[in-house]
T-cell receptor, first 115, second 115 residues
Framework: AQKVTQAQTEISVVEKEDVTLDCVYE???????LFWYKQPPSGELVFLIR??????QNEISGRYSWNFQKSTSSFNFTITASQVVDSAVYFC????????????FGSGTRLSIRP | ETGVTQTPRHLVMGMTNKKSLKCEQH?????MYWYKQSAKKPLELMFV???????ENNSVPSRFSPECPNSSHLFLHLHTLQPEDSALYLC??????????????FGPGTRLTVT
């Protein structure tokens, strides 16, 4: 069975603080893909990043960084120097190689950045 | 026009009405999806079409009827809905069958209210 757990339901920080969103996953596939999506108040889910299971290099994109740790089955997302525009619901997701097209989404973390 | 578009963006319908939601993708993908997102609930995958063939139907009531006439278009036909069907309906597309990571790209959603 495949599962994605985002234990943090809601997080609220003051602008310019750093914040980390946790994601823990379960899969029996040896090849799999992990994703992060952002859902702003407008409703559309925006694709942020894909990580392959065979590539454990961490990634940085501007103020965003992702830490993939296969040993702990975690794929955490850090926003540095947060801004009000970062306020959204963030979803972590998993696709096992055997599951064809289906992606399993976590329940999401609502992030609020206070000015 | 680029990406994934959905119409209408907002829909209010009575329980005896028949309406259809439309989704169109301009990304050259060959898999399309319908999701339901209710308040305080995780994303629910409703239907998956891969190469225009329905490959998944997650125990969705028959009052929801999908149609995929070609790889660029997806419809969700609605009839005799219930108030609990009020939700945000999201369409997504991706490359199917393990081609790349299979990340899904989402439309802006249709906010449906059943009165």
């Amino acid at each position: 069975a495949q599962k994605v757990t985002q234990a943090q339901t809601e997080i609220s920080v003051v602008e310019k603080e750093d914040v980390t969103l946790d994601c823990v996953y379960e899969t029996r596939d040896t090849t799999y893909y992990l994703f992060w999506y952002k859902q702003p108040p407008s409703g559309e889910l925006v694709f942020l990043i894909r990580r392959n299971s065979f590539d454990e290099q961490n990634e940085i994109s501007g103020r965003y960084s992702w830490n993939f740790q296969k040993s702990t089955s975690s794929f955490n997302f850090t926003i540095t120097a947060s801004q009000v525009v970062d306020s959204a619901v963030y979803f972590c997701a998993l696709r096992g190689y055997s599951s064809a097209s289906k992606i399993i989404f976590g329940s999401g973390t609502r992030l609020s950045i206070r000015p | 026009e680029t990406g994934v578009t959905q119409t209408p963006r907002h829909l209010v319908m009575g329980m005896t009405n028949k309406k259809s939601l439309k989704c169109e993708q301009h990304l050259g993908h060959n898999a399309m999806y319908w999701y339901k997102q209710s308040a305080k609930k995780p994303l629910e995958l409703m239907f998956v079409y891969s190469l225009e063939e329905r490959v998944e139907n997650n125990s969705v009531p028959s009052r929801f009827s999908p149609e995929c006439p070609n790889s660029s278009h997806l419809f969700l036909h609605l009839h005799t809905l219930q108030p609990e069907d009020s939700a945000l309906y999201l369409c997504a597309s991706s490359q199917a069958r393990g081609a790349g990571g299979g990340e899904q790209y989402f439309g802006p959603g249709t906010r449906l209210t059943v009165t």
